[in-house]
């Protein structure tokens, strides 16, 4: 967001945290509302979703979180994005990889 307002920033990481605390929550909802239809397979089935539904909504919330660091103005004064790259524990980031072709894929001649 160039030259956009440390204030702005602020603005913009108060609301990602605000949708990351109401992603968590619906998380939890979701897991306390167990289906019990009286058909156990049916409920196994509500259940998962139910979990993976929840899952989805953690992770949700862990990605607004980041947004919301990556939005909050540095004590530097830096632009959020303009930070100095941080070391990844699993080792540098794969190079940027060249689009397939519709051919490659396996889709059309390649012209």
Same mark, same amino acid.
């Given at each position: 967001?160039?030259?956009?307002?440390?204030?702005? #920033?602020?603005? *913009? !990481?108060d609301r990602l945290q605000l949708c990351g605390r109401e992603a968590f =929550?619906?998380?939890?909802? *979701? *897991?306390d509302h167990y289906a019990d239809t009286g058909d156990r397979a049916t409920? !196994?089935? *509500?259940? =998962?979703?139910? &979990?993976? !539904?929840a899952d989805t909504c953690r992770a949700l919330a862990d990605l607004l979180g980041e947004a919301a660091s990556a939005a909050t103005p540095t004590a530097t004064? %830096?632009?959020?994005? #303009?930070?100095?790259?941080v070391a990844m524990p699993h080792g540098p980031a794969d190079p940027p990889r060249r689009p397939?072709?519709?051919? &490659?894929?396996?889709?059309?001649?390649? %012209?």
């Open positions: 967001m160039p030259g956009s307002s440390p204030s702005a #920033h602020a603005a *913009l !990481a =929550d619906a998380s939890t909802d *979701l *897991l409920d !196994a089935a *509500l259940n =998962d979703v139910a &979990e993976q !539904a004064g %830096r632009a959020p994005g #303009h930070s100095p790259p397939r072709s519709r051919a &490659e894929d396996g889709f059309g001649s390649a %012209r």
